[in-house]
């Protein structure tokens, strides 16, 4: 796919048609969901079936995938991007057969203050129905017979010779459906080496500690993403690479699941950009060089050329001033292949305000509009 308004490419991945704006400019690329019956639980579901579940760990991409898939549930939006940024649906990850009563103790004591109990229902049914553990929930409301539960241990795998203590793994560690084979603690928590397979596809074989993806580790996603690299208390953290099924690569630092410090990303259409992340986003100080051979070195906000920078292109034009959402804003001045310089106001990449002409040492001041001058004066006194 090929964006209209900045001419960033990418590869067509599973998922592609859930974007609905450029990942590097944000313009609108033209695409609509169809949303017409989709519901908050299945749009979630939908999501969580595509990238796995730890993308509800991942509140930005979350946020937008959902956002594209149901635009017109700007509540129920508000509600999964306020509960993400706080962390709380972490618990909806690891439920497993936990009792109901607790994981709504758990999300509610986390989102006190931030979401009314109205707003707290009905995030919990958004997430029931996305998982299909409402029967589930329903079923425990009747406390299990002790041969019930015993039953219910059983169904999660075990290594040979197994302790009778690690029948007591806690349910939220092991999520149900989910296989485990690998070293474990005292307590019969994953711990060491080991192998989890996950009821929505993802796999990880790596280092365990009282439960938690902690160490070194892979994590293979049912999309065809493969992360290798640094984990902490279950997230991808320190450094890692990500192969995304696309073609495009990612080496760099991780924090909370996410693309945070210094990293190098290489898209599959050929650009390179190498600098700072944040939130999953191109973002702070950093060099991209792109496939056509231009070269920019500046800041970034949001993941797109923002603040100030500088544009080598490869016809030998330069340009050293302010950007916004890939474009030239603000002050700038443009250096020609020809000898030119341009020095004045910017607007939408074209020169756009006051400014100065500089064509063979002669100098013309005055006021540009869409690129093109129009007068020497402004309010009729002369420039």
Known sequence: MKCQS??????????KDNFTNCPVCKASLGIKADTDDISAGKAVGTIIKQYGIDILTQHTRFIERFNALAPKLT???KLLAMAAAGDALRHFIIYGDKENNAVISEVKAELEGLLTSEAVDRLIGILSEALGWNEAIQEKAVSPAPAEKEKSAETVKAPEKTAPAEKNIPDNILPKGAEYSGEKNSAGLPHGNGTMTYPDGNVYEGEWKNGQRTGKGIMKYPSGDVYEGGWKNG??????VMKYSGGDVYDGSWKNGERSGKGIMRYSNGNVYEGEWKNDDLDGMGKM????????????KNGSQSG??????????????SWR??????QGIMYYKNGDKYEGEWNQDDRHGVGSFTHNG????GVWENDEFKTTSILGKFI
Request: hydrophobic share 20%; proline share 2%; glycine share 18%.
């Open 6 to 15: 900045c001419g960033f490419e990418w590869v067509d991945r599973p998922g």
């Open 289 to 300: 060089e792109f496939r056509n051979g231009d070269i920019y070195t500046g800041n970034f």
């Open 325 to 330: 959402l890939n474009k030239r804003y603000g």
């Open 362 to 365: 002669k100098v013309k001041k």
């Open 75 to 77: 509540y129920e939006r």
């Open 235 to 240: 997230k991808r953290s320190g450094k890692g």
């Open 308 to 321: 100030y920078g500088r544009m080598f292109y490869i016809n030998g034009d330069n340009y050293d001033g």
